[in-house]
């Protein structure tokens, strides 16, 4: 007798080295190309607080006001496909209750336009594609993906340098657990603007260059950690006006201990946050453990079955017939 292996035997150990294959394959190879920044992206956040700022129809400082700040980010398809990295342009406004709801984003009390460019893969900024400013560091918009709990650069737009934040342990936003960062801006020296010199305690110049000062009162960033996308962002932006060479501020132009993400944009983000990362998590984790354990299974099963096989005779002949007795 001699042993053949059955179909069923052989599929089973073929599905399951098959699946042992894909497991790896999932975490190696489809993972990293599945954990990139997107080219299509097109979304609004969207702070609020209160504070301080120069009204140019009083021409002088008001306080305790609604600051309502807008930030939207779309991706540019185009020129993304072509670089290869990301292509993201953004529009910000700082908008006060006189210029809400605006027609026109010029009017807002500040608007900046900005295009940001970053490798897909390690969110590095990428100097190409016509940027603006030309920025460094870790993490603006978003933070890496796989987010560790340690110091990262971010890139501040006003300071127009990167800050050091440091991890400040897990929080939650929404009922959603990320990871903390923080840091703070002393004052400093940004740039200078031609303004009259009474404004800054100089009268007896009609026009003087007076030194713009910036500063922060404290950035707290809340992030996913899997896919570093910020779910809740604060900061305290403190911007001033001072005659050159002196160390004290003449006018104050903005100052807000606590401009935040309204719970809308929270929401949204939190939302966004779980789809991306339960995403990941399956390619990552789920499908390639699944993969493992069911590859496992079925080519144990099947190689049981092929050593087994099934039982044959060991020749198909056919035994012959007594041969007729010649009878005389």
């Given at each position: 007798m001699r042993r053949t292996a059955s179909p069923l035997s052989l599929i089973l150990l073929g599905l399951g080295t098959f699946l042992l294959v894909l497991a790896p394959m999932l975490v190696w190879y489809v993972e990293p190309r599945a954990a990139v920044n997107p080219i299509d992206i097109d979304t609004t956040a969207v702070y609020q607080g209160t504070g301080s700022y120069f009204d140019t129809?009083?021409?002088?400082?008001?306080?305790?006001k609604r600051i309502t700040v807008t930030q939207q980010v779309r991706g540019n398809v185009a020129d993304s496909e072509k670089s290869g990295d990301a292509v993201?342009?953004?529009?910000?406004?700082?908008?006060?209750?006189?210029?809400?709801?605006?027609?026109?984003?010029?009017?807002?009390?500040?608007?900046?336009?900005?295009?940001?460019?970053?490798?897909?893969?390690?969110?590095?900024?990428?100097?190409?594609?016509?940027?603006?400013?030309?920025?460094?560091?870790?993490?603006?918009?978003k933070?890496?993906?796989?987010?560790?709990?340690?110091?990262?650069?971010w890139w501040d737009n006003s300071l127009g340098d990167v800050v050091t934040l440091h991890y400040a342990g897990k929080q939650k936003v929404q009922g959603y657990t990320g990871l903390a960062f923080t840091g703070t801006v002393?004052?400093?020296?940004?740039g200078t603007r031609q303004v009259p010199g009474s404004l800054v305690?100089?009268?007896?110049?009609?026009?003087?260059?007076?030194?713009?000062?910036?500063?922060?009162?404290?950035?707290?960033l809340v992030v996913d950690q899997r896919t570093g996308r910020v779910l809740y962002a604060q900061v305290g932006p403190r911007r001033t006006l001072r005659a050159p060479g002196h160390k004290y501020d003449a006018?104050?132009?903005?100052?807000?201990?606590?401009?935040?993400?309204?719970?809308?944009?929270?929401?949204?983000?939190?939302?966004?946050?779980?789809?991306?990362?339960?995403?990941?998590?399956?390619?990552?984790?789920?499908?390639?453990?699944?993969?493992?354990?069911?590859?496992?299974v079925l080519?144990?099963?099947?190689?049981?079955?092929?050593?087994?096989?099934?039982?044959?005779?060991?020749?198909t002949e056919m035994p012959r017939s007594p041969e007729a007795q010649l009878t005389m």
């Open positions: 129809d009083e021409v002088a400082t008001v306080t305790d993201w342009d953004v529009t910000t406004t700082v908008d006060t209750d006189k210029s809400l709801p605006a027609a026109d984003p010029h009017d807002a009390l500040e608007f900046f336009l900005n295009r940001w460019v970053t490798n897909r893969k390690t969110n590095q900024p990428v100097h190409c594609c016509k940027e603006n400013p030309y920025f460094e560091g870790d993490a603006y918009l933070f890496p993906f796989d987010v560790h709990k340690r110091s990262y650069q002393p004052p400093t020296k940004i305690d100089q009268p007896k110049s009609p026009q003087v260059l007076a030194e713009e000062w910036y500063s922060n009162h404290g950035i707290r006018v104050l132009l903005l100052d807000s201990r606590k401009l935040a993400f309204t719970t809308a944009t929270q929401k949204d983000q939190v939302k966004l946050a779980k789809k991306e990362s339960g995403q990941l998590r399956m390619v990552g984790e789920t499908l390639p453990i699944g993969a493992a354990v069911a590859g496992f080519a144990v099963v099947g190689g049981v079955l092929v050593v087994r096989g099934r039982r044959r005779p060991d020749s």
